[in-house]
């Protein structure tokens, strides 16, 4: 991806590919951490951190929110004088994308089915535009280079999902929105997607009055298992994996949090080929650290990708705004590092300008802050693991189950009328510092040097 692809009309004039520049530059179309080539253990940051391009916050918000419309007008949304429709904006709406992808070096990006290609109620029209539109997005990609992380349906805007969609209580609407992941999943397939994301947006409940929840579950784990079955027939080999949120637009929405979409995958089979995409504001709106959700995620083998993005603490509903907080990021980091990386997931920026932000340039600063805030995320974590005391401290913290009764214990040898014997014997257990503050202050050392 050595030039930026450019189609038919050029929509960021005035900006290149942007470079890494390094600490020392006060550019702000460069980055200060992320240098893709740059080796951090056996991989480089291309590697470890697999960014991706959001299609729908990127090309598709204008900045609307409920008190009022939007404030950016895209060129690529212009009426077209002579051949003015829909889908011609969708094809312009798509160039204008895979210059940002090429422009900012990332090597992947996601979509939604109608983000990429207009929508429509009668499913063979929907059907003929994303067939069309995939077809372009597949000469973009060989053109560019540019490879696709994941795609899915869009199965909570339309009116049709108010009441969900795999888990509506109208089956017209269940093969309503098995039309969708249909066509979502050939689509993928057919560009090559390393990856399948179910967002269950509507899949919850607003009042348990008139709301039967298992018979709901049950028609959700139906409804994938049908999906999972169906992609492996056309030859998607890659990860499905489901999004936990708590909820916004429901009340009370069924993939909760990283434990319950565990619990789930578990009770129905699933964990086999379905793992976790974890948005950093979902874990918060469910009362967790971001860092909490990957780290469940991760110890059940179900992490699979990261939604990229962080919430605000002064608003209780789903900003989406770039990730610039490097304790979340570093966090986010050891949890990946620990696990041997996110192949064939990646971190794609779930994420959107403010509404104030207008200029074209702002979407190019959004993304560099959130990749150069993940880089160096990725740079303290590795030093944390590789190079300082951080892990032998924690190895130290449960010394007492590597060997003896306490080794005994967790190789399921002792019953508990031996653990009440110990404690008889062995009197008042001496207190132990967890120190807490001696590893805060070691993330701070490595952090600001």
């Not at 014997?421 to 490595?446: D, F, H, M, V």
């Amino acid at each position: 991806m050595s030039t930026p692809f450019i189609g038919k009309r050029e929509y960021f004039p005035g900006i290149g590919r942007i470079p890494y520049e390094g600490l020392g530059s006060d550019n702000p179309l460069a980055f200060k951490h992320y240098d893709a080539n740059k080796k951090i253990g056996d991989k480089t940051m291309a590697e470890h951190l697999r960014f991706a391009v959001c299609y729908w916050h990127s090309f598709c918000n204008a900045g609307h929110d409920p008190f009022g419309p939007g404030t950016r007008h895209y060129p690529w949304d212009a009426p077209l004088a002579a051949n003015d429709s829909p889908l011609a904006r969708a094809e312009a709406k798509i160039d204008a994308a895979f210059e940002f992808f090429t422009k900012l070096g990332v090597p992947y990006y996601c979509f939604h089915d109608i983000d990429m290609a207009p929508d429509a109620d009668d499913v063979a029209t929907y059907e003929k535009n994303l067939k069309h539109m995939v077809a372009l997005a597949k000469d973009r990609q060989k053109a560019s280079g540019v490879k696709l992380l994941w795609g899915t349906a869009n199965l909570f805007s339309h009116p049709r999902y108010m009441n969900g969609a795999a888990t509506n209580p109208d089956f017209a609407v269940v093969a309503r929105a098995a039309a969708q992941v249909k066509n979502a999943l050939d689509a993928t397939v057919e560009l090559g997607g390393e990856n399948y994301v179910f967002w269950g947006g509507r899949e919850g409940y607003a009042s348990l009055h008139n709301t039967n929840m298992k018979r709901e579950l049950d028609h959700m784990a139906r409804f994938l298992t049908m999906a999972r079955d169906y992609g492996r027939s056309i030859g998607f080999n890659g990860v499905y994996l489901i999004e936990p949120k708590p909820m916004e637009p429901m009340k009370h929405q069924y993939d909760f949090d990283s434990a319950t979409v565990a619990g789930f995958l578990l009770k129905h089979g699933l964990d086999r080929d379905f793992k976790l995409n974890i948005e950093a504001n979902h874990a918060t709106l469910s009362g967790h650290t971001f860092e909490h959700d990957l780290q469940v995620a991760s110890d059940h083998g179900l992490l699979g990708s990261i939604d990229a993005n962080r919430g605000n603490a002064q608003n209780g509903w789903d900003t989406d705004q770039f990730p610039t907080d490097l304790y979340d990021t570093v966090g986010a980091m050891l949890v990946v590092l620990r696990q041997g990386g996110l192949a064939p997931g990646g971190l794609n920026f779930d994420a959107k300008v403010r509404r104030e932000s207008t200029d074209a340039e702002d979407l190019f600063l959004a993304h560099i802050g959130g990749m150069d805030a993940f880089a160096r995320g990725l740079e303290v974590a590795h030093a944390l693991l590789t190079r300082s005391p951080w892990e032998t401290w924690r190895q130290q913290r449960y010394a007492s189950f590597d060997s003896g009764a306490g080794k005994d214990f967790e190789n399921g040898k002792l019953k508990f009328a031996d653990l009440h014997a110990l404690a008889s014997s062995s009197g008042e257990p001496a207190k132990i510092s967890g120190r807490q503050e001696r590893y805060e202050n070691l993330l701070n050392q490595y952090l600001l040097r």
